[in-house]
């Protein structure tokens, strides 16, 4: 079915559940800080607004290992103890949480390839840290490497840019692909020395074949918009040189000035010049195909400017 906006965002309740509780950073007011500010600029008149949608544990499977996935469903009944060394905690009813928010991701790019729309945003989503493995940093899933197997498995689709501009580094993803040749990866963080997890060198661009394939951008503590951009171009005509098949950003609003437990000073203008940017290379190259991630981000003004800042930014670049 062909709609009438290019441009669907995702929320709903279900969504929400995916949250630590009211004293954690990852709390369940970071989907309503959205969605209010979301209805207040009326960019509800300009998408649709589309509800989550639950996947099969097969689809969770599809990144990561049975055991593991076991062991968050024998936990979500529990909802005591932790999922890893302690940054992530089980939470009663995290199961199905986390298949909301995989199953929300996967429907989008269905959505996406069966060219109802051209542009999707997550806001609960992005969970960049868990491996196949295990979870880490508040992610007890790890929703865009889903969405890289899925788009394989399902789609066919093998050429992915996956872009990353969260404080945190994309580890989960970074390290599950680094000898993947066809994952086009870039992410600007906070350097490692500084700020979890700690890794994303920029020595480390991929290993064996896919050697040169992957971008890493380590930023001091504090830079601003304009460090940013100055780095920015060399990341831009790397994705075009990808020429992805699809394009997948991770928007974390942790790296905004402000934020709580990240030491980074964008504004929301990066966000707004990343995914205009990336949105300009997918309609060269696949026709406007890029599904946005919410990511972290600890401050709910934050949350709520630079969130509706990418859904404006995706509006606005399929009406030039
Ligand atoms: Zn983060």
């Not at 992410?187 to 500084?194: A, L, S, T, V, Y």
């Not at 920015?232 to 928007?251: D, M, N, S, Y």
């Not at 400017?305 to 670049?317: G, L, Y």
């Amino acid at each position: 079915m062909k709609t009438e906006y290019a441009c669907c965002v995702y929320l709903g309740d279900e969504l929400a559940r995916y949250a630590f509780g009211n004293n954690h950073p990852f709390g369940p007011l970071r989907h309503s800080a959205f969605s209010n500010a979301l209805y207040q600029k009326n960019l509800d008149q300009h998408v649709d607004i589309l509800r989550p949608v639950a996947a099969t544990q097969e689809i969770l499977e599809l990144f990561h290992e049975h055991e593991y996935i076991e062991k968050v469903k024998d936990l979500s009944e529990s909802g005591g103890g932790y999922l890893d060394q302690g940054d992530t905690p089980a939470f009663s009813g995290m199961y199905d949480a986390a298949l909301t928010v995989a199953g929300t991701v996967c429907d989008a790019i269905d959505r996406l390839v069966d060219n109802e729309y051209t542009k999707a945003f997550v806001p609960i989503a992005g969970l960049h840290h868990a491996r196949r493995h295990t979870a880490a940093g508040f992610c007890v899933i790890n929703d865009c490497g889903i969405a890289i197997e899925y788009l394989r498995h399902k789609h066919h689709i093998n050429r992915i840019a996956y872009i990353d501009i969260d404080a945190h580094h994309g580890d989960g993803v970074f390290y599950s692909f680094e000898n993947d040749p066809d994952l086009i990866f870039v992410d600007f963080h906070e350097d490692g020395r500084f700020l979890y997890p700690g890794t994303g060198n920029i020595t480390e661009t991929g290993k064996g074949g896919a050697k040169g394939t992957k971008l890493n951008f380590p930023m001091p503590p504090g830079a601003g918009n304009e460090l940013f951009m100055q780095a920015w171009p060399r990341a831009e005509e790397f994705i075009r040189t990808g020429k992805p098949e699809f394009v997948l950003i991770q928007c974390g609003a942790d790296s905004i000035c402000g934020d709580p437990i990240t030491h980074m000073a964008y504004t929301e203008c990066v966000h707004k010049h990343v995914v205009t940017s990336v949105c300009r290379i997918a309609n060269e190259f696949c026709g406007g195909r890029v599904v946005a991630l919410g990511g972290g981000g600890y401050n709910l003004d934050n949350i709520a400017k630079t969130w509706t800042t990418v859904v404006s930014a995706m509006i606005e670049v399929d009406r030039i």
